[in-house]
C-alpha cells in the first residue's frame, strides 16, 4: 500500500520464467497485437468506405471488429510492459478496470453475434418484410444494447468488487479476469449471485437464441433449392464458427478460471493465453476470406496496393 497515494498494487504471479523468455513473449504478444490491429482495421476500414457493406450485417461484422480493437488493447498493451518489467505489478483499481472491459466487451460480443442471427432470420424467413424490420433504428437500438447492457451489469460487478476486502496482493494470473476473485478475503455472495446472472444473460441466453435462430434458417433453406442453400451456408457459417469459438472460451475463462483446480502454474499459463491469443484473428480472417462482399473488396484493396 503507497501511504501518499493510497494506491493498493497487486502482483501478477502467472508468469513462467519472466527473466528468462521475457524477450520471446514479449516478440510473440507484440506481433500478434499488430496483426490484430492490421487485420481489424483493414476490414473496419473496407466497410466504413464501400456504400454496399452498409447493410446491417456488415454493420454488426463491424461491431465485432471494433470489440476485438478494444478487447486487445485492454489486454496486450499491459502484457507487452510487464514483459519487460522487473515485477509485474497493477493497481486494483486499474485491475477492476481491465476486469470491466474485459467482460463488458466479451458480453457484448454474444449480444451482437445474436443480432447477427436475428438479421440472418429476417433476411432469409422472410424476405419480403426484411427492410421493414431491419431499418436503420433496429440496427442502432442493438448496437446500443449491445454495448450498453453489460457495461451496466459489469459496472455493478465493479463497485461490489472495488468494496471488497483484500486479504491477498498476489494474484495467480497474468490478467485480471474471474480469478480476481481469489484475492479477496471472503467470496461475497452478492457478487456470485450477480455474476451468475451476467453469465446467464450475456453467454448462455444469446448463445442458445442463436443457435435456435440459425437451426430455424437452415430448417428453412434446406427446403429450397440448393443454390439457396449455398448462398445460407457462405452467410451463416462463419457466424457460427465465431460462436463457437468464442463460447468455448468464456466457457473457460468464465468457469474454469473460478474453480479451485490442480492445474500446474505452466498449464494455467498456457490456457490464460487462449483466451485472448487467436480469438481477435479469428474475427477478420473469417469475414475477411468468407464472406464474399468483404473478400471482394479486400482483394481489390491488396492488388491495389501491390501496383
Known amino acids: 500500500m503507497d501511504g501518499k497515494l493510497n494506491i493498493t ?15 520471446f513473449y514479449f516478440s510473440v504478444i507484440f506481433t500478434v ?12 476500414y473496407l466497410i466504413w468506405i464501400h456504400k454496399n457493406l452498409h447493410e446491417p450485417m456488415y454493420i454488426f461484422i463491424g461491431g465485432l471488429l471494433f470489440n476485438c480493437l478494444l478487447y486487445s488493447t485492454n489486454i496486450y498493451p499491459k502484457l507487452l510492459i510487464d514483459f519487460l518489467s522487473e515485477k509485474p505489478i497493477i493497481s486494483y483499481s486499474t485491475c477492476l478496470l481491465q476486469f470491466f472491459m474485459f467482460y ?21 424467413c422472410k424476405p419480403l418484410r426484411y427492410r421493414n424490420i431491419m431499418k436503420k433504428r433496429t440496427v442502432n437500438i442493438f448496437l446500443i444494447l449491445a454495448w450498453c447492457f453489460p457495461a451496466c451489469h459489469l459496472a455493478v460487478l465493479v ?17 485480471c479476469n474471474n480469478k480476481m476473485y481469489t484475492i479477496h478475503c471472503v467470496r461475497s455472495k452478492a457478487l ?34 440448393k443454390e439457396f442453400r449455398k448462398t445460407t451456408a457462405q452467410t451463416c457459417v462463419p457466424h457460427l ?28 499459463f498456457i490456457m490464460t493465453m487462449q483466451t485472448f491469443l487467436y480469438h481477435p484473428l479469428i474475427n477478420p480472417f473469417m469475414y475477411g476470406f468468407k464472406m464474399k462482399e468483404i473478400n471482394k473488396h479486400l482483394k481489390t484493396l491488396l492488388c491495389s496496393a501491390k501496383a
Do not use: H
Open 104 to 124: 463488458s466487451v466479451g458480453g457484448s460480443e454474444f449480444l451482437l453475434l445474436a443480432a447477427m442471427a436475428f438479421d440472418r432470420y429476417v433476411a432469409i
Open 192 to 225: 456470485t449471485i450477480f455474476g451468475v446472472v451476467s453469465l446467464f444473460n450475456f453467454a448462455i441466453l444469446p448463445t442458445v437464441f442463436t443457435v435456435f435462430t440459425y437451426a430455424k434458417v437452415f430448417i428453412t433453406s434446406y427446403q429450397s433449392c
Open 33 to 44: 497485437y499488430i496483426l490484430i490491429i492490421c487485420s481489424n482495421t483493414t476490414i473496419l
Open 159 to 175: 463497485i461490489l468488487s472495488a468494496k471488497a476486502k483484500l486479504c491477498n496482493f498476489n494474484l495467480d494470473g497474468i490478467i
Open 241 to 268: 464458427l465465431v460462436l463457437t469459438s468464442y463460447f468455448c472460451v468464456m466457457t473457460y475463462d468464465v468457469i474454469i478460471a473460478r474453480v479451485e483446480s490442480d492445474f500446474s502454474k505452466t498449464a494455467g
Open 9 to 23: 498494487y497487486i502482483t501478477l504471479s502467472g508468469y513462467i520464467d519472466l527473466n528468462k523468455y521475457k524477450y
